[in-house]
């Protein structure tokens, strides 16, 4: 039989060394659901902060981070618990609910207590008017299926990999009509973007200062957190302006693209000069009467500046001259751009030789017999990688098919 004293209350009270039976109450370290989901929050902020976009799938840390922001998105208790601490506007516009005076007199919470913070009266989400507008379009992303999204992950996944890489640079977005391009990628708030097509039309605005053409139409945007949206043309180039950045080409796609567009932001931006596209005032019977007789050709100096001595030199026929069309050209393909329009156009070539002043003779060879929308087209398809399928027939005085 044991002979093991028997431990009273009264000893049980008296012997807490420990203090395990103090009435004090020691503060608890769990965190609240809504502590805990700001923090998560944060994490994902932080993340923006560092990378200047939204985390993607390409790492799992990343996938991680994503993921969790696709969670929050689709629950709206949390978008109204998270959107204080959305500084970089990941949810969007979030409805908060509306608090009645009743519900600010009833003040259970201590709101109208002086003592404390007081940061609840900067009504950090109220959108301007003119926000309002951008802000629905962002509300007015749609979800694709995973199927779907499937091919636009792989292409984001390439293409934040060619930024690392440094075969792409991110460069301020301007001119909306010029930088504006399907095919391209685009950040808008550090979430990437994919303009897949774009129906625009342009239209003539008549205003005090005069007409102006402006291009509108829907476009088919697809993001990188796998919504997809059909904003305006011009809708989405201001959000982009306002709070994006263009993502450059390659260096093999401006290849090419033979550096041609005069506003798109090109790897190492090195102005090399201008293609141009004359038309000749000249007197010359000769001259003058052959329809559709164009220059086409290219110069280092602004073109004003090149063609003010015109009917002082051969290659300008010895007579004045009308700029009809110009291309501001960028990096070293300037030079292989102008030479590939003369091959193309080789068959159409002005071949003449003739005293055209007194004791002076001309041999042209950068004057071409084709009508000016073919020159636009022909530009047109190099810039798209078409040219090699083509050929342009003298006779029908057209681009056709090979």
Known sequence: MSNKKKISLDDIFSDDDFGLLDSTAKTSNTKSEDERLTEAFEEINVFVDKYSREPSTSSMSEYSLLARLRNIRQNEAHKITLKPFDRHNLLGEVEMPKISIDDILDDESGLLNTEGDLSIFKYKHIVEEGERAEAEFIAQRKPLTEEEFKPYEVLFQKVHQEIKEGKRKIKPFHNIEQNLKVGSFYFIDGLMLYLKSAETATKTRKLNSGDRERTDGRTFTIFENGTYSTML????????????????????????????????????????????????????????????????????????????????????????????????????SADKLEQLLHRFFAEACLNIDIEIISGKRIAPREWFIVPLEEIEKAVELILNGQILNYRYDRVMERIVSK
């Not at 809708?235 to 263009?246: D, E, F, P, R």
């Open 233 to 332: 043309f011009r809708s989405l180039g201001k959000q982009i302006q306002k709070s994006g950045k263009l993502i450059t080409k390659t260096y093999e796609e401006m290849n090419s693209d033979l550096y041609i567009h005069s506003e798109i932001i090109k790897e190492d931006d090195i102005h090399t000069g201008w293609i141009y596209v004359l038309k000749s005032k000249s007197n010359h019977p000769e001259i003058s009467k052959i329809e559709n007789l164009f220059k086409i050709g290219f110069s280092k100096l602004p073109i004003d500046e090149r063609i003010k001595n015109a009917k002082n030199e051969a290659t300008y026929l010895y007579a004045d001259v009308v700029k009809v069309l110009s291309y501001d050209c960028y990096n070293r």
